[in-house]
């Protein structure tokens, strides 16, 4: 005569490769939750170790070489977040930016001493790296040497013209992308994001303090002539 188990009986019977189990299943949902790239690595980790347990201790073949797959991948990815987050305090810290790597995106033009690269009022097409040489932004009494670059603003404003003249003060060789190389190397590298937005706040807060300080002039030859 058979008779039925009491909880216990079923508890008893819970082998411990069945908690694994659930234990990765609980974890893989909880990888899905998440918001950042992180905790996501970690759990997907985490998540592939107890699936891989689980599918040798039973045998389960096709389930552990998915595992065994999934497991060095979600590694280099936490490498890759690692790394970038360790890429993303150095450029925090330096307050030397460096755009050289444009040189791997752009297209290189060769310009003679006094050449013009837009004028004002051209339509915004390109951004540019100073590779060798000396460009002059002439509204703006502004003189750029190698490694810096220019023209960037113009793809953080909603006018679609130039608001200034860049002209060569020697020969110079400068690499140029356009909006949309701009905004995948921006993508694919933050630092170099976070070092452009560096540029362009300096150089705004430099532009802000001419305009006071002329504006200051204006006002005390006012009062001198009155």
């Not at 033009?109 to 540019?128: C, H, M, N, S």
Request: hydrophobic share 50%; aromatic share 10%.
């Amino acid at each position: 005569m058979r008779t039925e188990g009491g909880p216990m009986d079923h508890f008893a019977n819970f082998h411990w490769i069945e908690a694994v189990g659930w234990l990765a299943s609980i974890l893989t949902v909880a990888s899905y939750s998440v918001a950042t790239m992180l905790p996501l690595r970690l759990l997907a980790i985490a998540s592939s170790v107890c699936f891989a347990a689980y599918a040798f201790t039973l045998q389960l073949w096709p389930l552990l070489a998915m595992e065994l797959i999934l497991l060095p991948i979600n590694l280099y990815r936490l490498w890759q977040v690692l790394a970038l987050r360790g890429k993303l305090g150095r450029a925090a810290a330096t307050t030397q930016s460096d755009f050289s790597i444009i040189k791997a995106y752009g297209k290189l033009q060769k310009i003679k001493t006094g050449a013009v690269v837009f004028e004002r009022g051209d339509p915004v097409d390109q951004l540019y790296y100073i590779a060798k040489g000396r460009v002059s932004i002439e509204e703006m009494n502004v003189d750029l040497c190698a490694g810096d670059i220019f023209g960037e603003i113009a793809f953080f404003t909603n006018s679609a013209t130039r608001i200034a003249t860049a002209r060569c003060s020697e020969d110079t060789q400068v690499y140029s992308i356009d909006e949309k190389q701009f905004m995948r190397l921006q993508f694919e590298d933050p630092s170099f994001g976070m070092a452009v937005m560096r540029i362009i706040t300096h150089r705004l807060i430099e532009n802000v303090g001419k305009t006071v300080k002329t504006a200051s002039g204006d006002v005390a030859q006012a009062s001198e002539a009155m």
